[in-house]
Each structure stands twice: as C-alpha cells, then as structure tokens.
C-alpha cells in the first residue's frame, strides 16, 4: 500500500468511524496505530497528498536525530514504519482533503457525535476527533531576494540532496532546519557556506558544534541582497554588517531555510480556544475546550509545553486513552502494554 492516492475521490462520500484523526503526520499516525490497538474504527484526513506531514513534504531524506531508540533514522524511513504501524488496522485515510466545517449531532438519550465535512466533499461522522494537524497548513517564508529563480535553484525545502552533488550551495537561516541542511550536505556538495542575518543561532548547540567542525564557511551578521545568474542561480551577492560591501558567492544551489507562515485555517472556527494564533490549548487528557475534540503533537499548547516529535508520540496516546474512555466512560484508561497482547492480524487500511 502506498500514501500517493487522491482524496478527490472521496467526493460527497460518508464515513463513519468512532474517532476522526485530523493530520496524517507522524503524530497523526502513531495515533491511528494506538487507536486501532484499542479497538476503535479510525478515519485519517490530511490536506497532504501523501502520509507523513512536514516530513514527506519537506525533508524526507533527512536524518532526525531526536526519536527515542533512534541514533538517527532518515525522514522517509521513520514515515514509512510508522505507516506500516498504522495500518496493521482497518484504518481509512482521505489524503489530499481538509477538514472543514464541525457540526455536533444530537443523538437519542442526549448523546452527541461529531460531523466533520471536508473540502471534498467527504461527510465524516465519529465520536471523537484528535487533532494533529501539526502547525496547521504552513508555506515558506520568502527569501525576497531572487523569489524569479525558484525552482532554477532556489528552494525552500530539500526532497533530494543528491541533486546538490558537487554544487556550491549557499544556505541562508540561523535555526535547526538551516544548520541540519549545511551538515546534511556539506559531505556532497562542492562547497557550502550558511548565511545568517544576526551573530546568535536558534539551532540546538549540540548541532552548532559539529557545524563548526566541518569545512562549512559560516558568515553571520549578513544576508543575501541579490541573486545573479540565467537562467539558473549563479552567485549571490550579501549585506550587512559581517561582510565586506558587494562580497559575492558563487552559488548554483540556494536554499532558504528560513521558517514557515502557518494558519489553522478551517480549525479557527470549530469553536476551540487558541493561543498565540496557532495553538490548540489542551488540557492533562489533551482535551481541547470542545468535549470530545482532542490533540496531539505542534498544535498543543499547555504549560511546559515541548515541541518535539518525541513529545507528541507520547501525547497521541494519551490523546487516544483519554477519546476512547470519552466514547465509553465504562473502558478502562489505560488499557495495558501492548506487549501483552499477542500479534494483532494485519488489515488492509484504504486510502481515498
């Protein structure tokens, strides 16, 4: 089974299911496995055309170093078993659609479930709804300089460094993202050399440390002007305080790495409280404000609050205990280790 079926198809389709899972992400899978683990009928929707979230979308060859058991494991890897997890259970999945409009469904004995509609069209109806919707729908923050070569080597994101073989890249951005892909390609190109704006990273030191033991040139204090070239990138021109006025770069590859936009978008009128304008507030359960709407991974907010995958793998099963008592309060919370259960038989999920 793979993650690249469209959820056109899924127009004017009713589901029912006993709880909605908003994001396919990692998160958003591990809790669809757990999920199916307790016994509950699952749907997973994600705007995405494939499985995996930010992931697959943005670095799928890139190595995280942060899962536990893990010294490392490539993006792509990570997704595809935590795919495998998900769908040893009768999972559905509705891929390349949004969750749009929430309405509440009164039922007999004063019982409500959830209606969940999505841009395509597809009709939803479950008991619960965990949300892992990450940061929401994101696009990239623009370089600004030379936004008419994207595409003719300025990217944004980085699917396959083996196109930067033996290329002069020039990396701009301080945080995470920027400081792993100079380290990701500094073995493979010709030269790389990472421009930040401010003399201060926001990247974990940790990393920092082994970028300065590599041969990648690090120039702060500066930022890219100008981008030269036809009809592919070229050079590079930089400004600012930490560079000699007019230092140019040669540069075939640029890559922007400079954070995202978000928006929650249908999320902002489901009711629920949000802070800072993109966080769902939850409670200990990760219960949102909204009885029977939960969440899981980025998209929390609560005190402490640590955004790591690692974090909301723990928080998707927390999540998933807390929906199934919500379902029915006469199931236990915990339900066990699931290494006292024997192999559960492997169910073909769907994917529309």
């Known amino acids: 089974m793979d993650g690249n079926s469209n959820g056109a198809d899924a127009h004017n389709a009713f589901l029912d299911c006993d709880l909605l899972i908003v994001g396919a992400g990692p998160v958003g899978l591990f809790a669809a496995y757990y999920a199916g683990f307790r016994g509950l009928k699952v749907a997973v929707v994600d705007a995405l055309a494939e499985p995996g979230g930010q992931i697959s ?46 309405r509440p469904v009164a039922l007999p004995g004063g019982r409500s479930e959830f209606e969940v509609v999505t841009a395509n069209g597809a009709s939803v109806r479950c008991g619960a709804v965990v949300v892992t919707a990450g940061i929401g729908a994101f696009a990239p923050r623009k370089l600004g300089a030379g936004d008419e070569f994207e595409g003719r080597g300025l990217a944004y994101f980085v ?119 993109r966080h769902l507030v939850v409670d200990s359960a990760m219960q949102t404000s909204v009885p029977g709407i939960f969440a899981a991974g980025d998209i929390t907010e609560y005190p402490g609050k640590v955004r790591l995958i690692a974090v909301g793998f723990g928080e998707a099963a927390t999540a998933v205990n807390n929906a199934a008592v919500f379902l029915n309060p006469e199931v236990e919370l915990f339900p066990g280790h699931s290494t006292d259960a024997g192999p559960a038989a492997p169910a073909q999920s769907e994917m529309v």
């Not at 792509?76 to 078993?81: E, H, I, K, P, Q």
């Not at 998900?86 to 999945?93: C, G, K, L, M, P």
């Open 57 to 102: 979308a943005m670095y799928p060859e890139k190595l995280i170093f942060d899962i536990a058991g893990f010294p490392s494991v490539k993006g792509r890897d990570l997704v595809d078993g935590l795919l495998e997890q998900a769908t040893r259970f009768d999972t559905r999945f509705l891929l390349g659609d949004r969750a749009q409009l929430l």
């Open 159 to 277: 699917p396959d460094p083996s196109e930067y073989a033996n290329q002069d890249v020039v990396v701009v951005g301080g945080g995470d993202s920027a400081v792993d892909w100079a380290l990701t390609l500094h073995p493979i190109a010709r030269s790389v050399t990472l421009v930040h704006r401010r003399r201060t990273f926001r990247a974990h030191e940790a990393s920092l440390v082994d970028l300065r033991a590599t041969s990648v040139e690090i120039i702060t204090d500066a930022q890219v002007a100008g981008v030269f070239g036809g009809p592919d990138v070229e050079r590079v021109a930089l400004t600012g305080p930490g560079v000699e006025d007019g230092r140019e770069l040669p540069c075939r590859r640029l890559v922007a790495a400079l954070g995202f936009v978000a928006d929650l978008g249908p999320l902002r009128s489901w009711g629920l409280e949000i802070a800072h304008h």
